[in-house]
């Protein structure tokens, strides 16, 4: 289904006054044509208008049904006895066939998104609106019209294996927008609804390339070649990975994905505990291994220099308990306990 724009004008304000001023004439013929059935002289005028008159005042509000008012960024996709006939888009004051229905069947379905509907909408009988329900579509208490501002889209946390196996909660924030009306229509059943669940299949198809941290020999980019992708480290790549993904399949609903963000990331709360110690270790480690290769330069510096200044003369063996009694006080958690030796050198 293509999109047509229909050339309607913004001749809202003139029909108005059009169809008023002719309520007006028709009240004029009902007082005239009263007025000639008391004269007596004009018995086929004055029933003829007065017939006239009466049968405008009980159809007349039809026309009225044909005027359509849209703010900037809306449009309104109406059909006629079921055909596709156009799509009202800028905002204005407009005037369609009367018999001209809109068609919206996400008007109805809230999703935790922003310019979305909020809450359960009343009709004008006064019953409750939900989604999923086909009479909503049918109520007159409902807004037909579609938004093309952007909106963000905020799915709920899923929680997804990473490709280790390790579960992790991830939430996504989609920014996108209407850009097709008639797809959007006619293509999908529920368009809102289509999105949000293309946008979990899309991060579930995505986020078990990665793993969480980097890991060695996995291969990200799908090249056969191991790299450091991940989704901690490279959250811009798997983002818009993860928009591409999205758009290819919504592009069919006539939808355009603007962003795509990452709102939340953390290991599953089975694994959460043992990942933190994993990641302690692996600092420690990390700390040790600094403090371990700074205290042997340190060692071999002052070896150097004691040798290179004749201070003192050491013998191998004397060598390695100095080398043994430097790394345990350069190494130590705690301050080393000095001990004098009031005696002789050796």
Known sequence: MKEKLLSTRKNGMGMLFVWILAYVAAIVMIIFGAILLEADDGDILGVL?????????ILGWIPFLGLKILKPQEALVLT?????????KG?????????CSAVNPAAATKLRQSGDVSGDRKSIFGASLKSGDESVNLSLGVDKRISLKMMTLNNDKQKINDCLGNPIEIGIAVIWRVVDTAKAVFDVDNYKEYLSLQCDTALRNIVRLYPYDVAPGVDTTGD??????????SSEIVAQRIKDEIQSRVKNAGLEIVEARITCLAYAPEIAAAMLQRQQASAVVDARKLIVDGAVGMVEMALEQLSAKNVVELDDERKAAMVSNLLVVLCGNHDAQPVVNSGSLY
């Open 224 to 233: 056969g070649v191991a790299d450091e992708g991940s989704l901690r480290g």
């Open 91 to 99: 905002d204005g004051f407009y005037w369609v066939n009367p018999f």
């Open 49 to 57: 208008l007065l017939i006239i008159g009466i049968i405008y005042c």
């Open 80 to 88: 006629l006895f079921g055909k596709y006939l156009g799509t009202l």
